[in-house]
């Protein structure tokens, strides 16, 4: 797929296994008009390359959702289900724009949300109607209601505030890894317990694998660990 004019800084993979996101930088002079393309990767064209003046015309069976975001689109989720689309710009606020994706031939716009004046650093859906925001300074919680879209801080309550780098669902539970090191243990929006997974950095990464059902960690010393509800309990 070659019709971004910058770096592509996001991508996600919908559930059917063949339709992609792709955010990008803004381009020089369209800071509030970031593509943030939805293609197929079935209906990819034969050249290889794109000029730059044919990349203004959108080519069939792929949608540009631009105009909801600013600077840049960091971060693209899709819900479980796929018919919903997450984006995470970079205006003031770090804004979150929902897209409808139940129709692939026909997105919409939900709405817009503004998350916080530091950046969001990841972002994950618990299911088809509410998702988490994570950040150095923040943890929300957003559902969707129709147009509506609602969002409540977490509260740490005894366990330290520290900054928060990775986010995921799993085991029924919120995992957040943060800039120490550290696993975070989440009851609905209250920190419940934390644990130290790098003792030597940020816990960068946090990927929960349904299938099998086991959840994935990624840290600044470079070592994967994988953990099945039975070893997070230890």
């Not at 390359?49 to 975001?69: Q, S």
């Amino acid at each position: 797929f070659t019709h971004h004019e910058e770096d592509i800084v996001s991508l996600a993979i919908h559930p059917n296994g063949t339709t992609i996101a792709t955010g990008q930088m803004a381009a020089k002079g369209k800071a509030k008009l970031i593509d943030l393309y939805i293609w197929n990767i079935n209906n990819l064209p034969d050249e290889t390359n794109v000029l730059a003046n044919e990349r203004t015309n959108t080519p069939k069976g792929v949608t540009n959702l631009k105009g909801a975001l600013l600077r840049a689109i960091r971060i693209v989720q899709f819900s479980p289900d796929g018919k919903r689309l997450l984006a995470n710009g970079q205006d003031d606020y770090n804004s979150v724009a929902v897209y409808n994706t139940s129709n692939l031939n026909n997105i919409t716009l939900i709405g817009t949300v503004k998350v916080d004046g530091a950046r969001v650093l990841d972002a994950c859906w618990k299911n088809n109607n509410e998702f988490v925001t994570v950040g150095p300074k923040h943890i929300k919680f957003f559902k969707v209601s129709g147009r509506n879209i609602t969002q409540s801080k977490g509260v740490y309550g005894k366990v330290k505030v520290e900054p928060l780098v990775s986010a995921a669902f799993a085991f029924n539970k919120l995992f957040t890894g943060t800039d120490k090191g550290n696993l975070i243990t989440w009851e609905g929006s209250n920190a419940a317990s934390v644990k130290t997974i790098c003792k030597n950095g940020p816990l960068y990464t946090l990927y929960y694998y349904a299938k099998d059902k086991i959840l994935f960690s990624g840290g600044y010393d470079g070592i994967i660990i994988a953990y099945d509800n039975a070893k997070l309990n230890e």
